[in-house]
């Protein structure tokens, strides 16, 4: 792809794992385990083409509500990824971060999450971003209790603009997301950076997360191509 037309932020749904194993009579946590396999092909793929940010929806402030057993799964899969990929984070200058209700994760998981950003924190090619224990309306009410606490103290201050909210956010210097892309066909945003994505491309493909691979990602990436943002503005004055 043209450089000028690659997004420099991408964010991804990824649904469709538990849809994946019971297609093929398996155990939920399998299709959670190839889901894996589809995150470090498209992390792999994101950087190799330049990609500046990736942001992957992991685990939402809802899945807490599903049953115990895959909960705990996905939480020591999370871990064995993590201590997996640390060495080729490293060596792709890969920093990764995470934003979400980090404190609500199993103990052993959040050490290695933070042991993982400590080590990658000084690398500058691409920022992997994992969305845990993550709900875009708590984000949202976080930041406003956040600004309002700041404003407090601070007397005389004007009130809180959309500037001064986003610093707010978990992630304040990551720009908005130029493409979110959703796979498995459902047509939701499921409380993913509600925000961020005002102006986001969408992208929703009917392919399952465990099959998303590079081709697939490379597909997105060539239909973003051809969108025309307007960002509220006419096409007049876009092409002007």
Same mark, same amino acid.
């Given at each position: ?71 705990? $799964? @996905?939480?020591? !899969?999370? /871990?064995?990824?993590? =201590?997996?990929?640390? #060495?080729? +984070? ?10 979400? $209700? @980090?404190?609500? !994760?199993? /103990?052993?998981?959040? =050490?290695?999450?933070? #042991?993982? +950003? ?11 971003? @994992?969305?845990?224990?993550? /709900?875009?309306?708590? =984000? ?101």
């Amino acid at each position: 792809m043209p450089r000028k037309s690659l997004p420099r932020h991408v964010a991804i749904i990824m649904d469709g794992n538990g849809r994946w194993a019971q297609s093929r009579k398996l155990d939920r946590v399998e299709g959670h385990r190839e889901g894996a396999r589809s995150v470090r092909a498209i992390v792999e793929t994101a950087r190799r083409l330049g990609v500046r940010y990736l942001t992957l929806y992991a685990f939402s402030t809802e899945n807490w509500g599903r049953p115990t057993a895959e909960v705990r $799964s @996905l939480m020591e !899969l999370l /871990g064995e990824y993590l =201590e997996d990929e640390l #060495k080729e +984070m490293m060596d792709q200058q890969i920093r990764l971060r995470a934003i979400g $209700s @980090l404190d609500q !994760l199993p /103990g052993p998981t959040r =050490e290695k999450l933070e #042991k993982t +950003m400590r080590a990658t924190r000084r690398n500058r090619r691409m920022d992997l971003i @994992l969305a845990l224990s993550y /709900g875009g309306r708590q =984000e949202i009410l976080d930041a406003v209790n956040s600004a309002v606490r700041a404003r407090n103290g601070n007397a005389g201050k004007s009130s809180i603009t959309e500037a001064g909210l986003r610093r707010h956010f978990y992630a304040p210097d990551v720009p908005d997301p130029d493409l979110v892309i959703r796979t498995s066909g459902e047509l939701r945003l499921s409380n993913f950076l509600l925000w961020q994505s005002a102006y986001s491309e969408l992208y929703v493909t009917e392919t399952l997360w465990p099959d998303f691979r590079e081709k697939e990602f490379k597909g997105a990436l060539r239909a973003y191509e051809k969108r025309e943002r307007r960002f509220g503005l006419t096409r007049e004055q876009v092409t002007a």
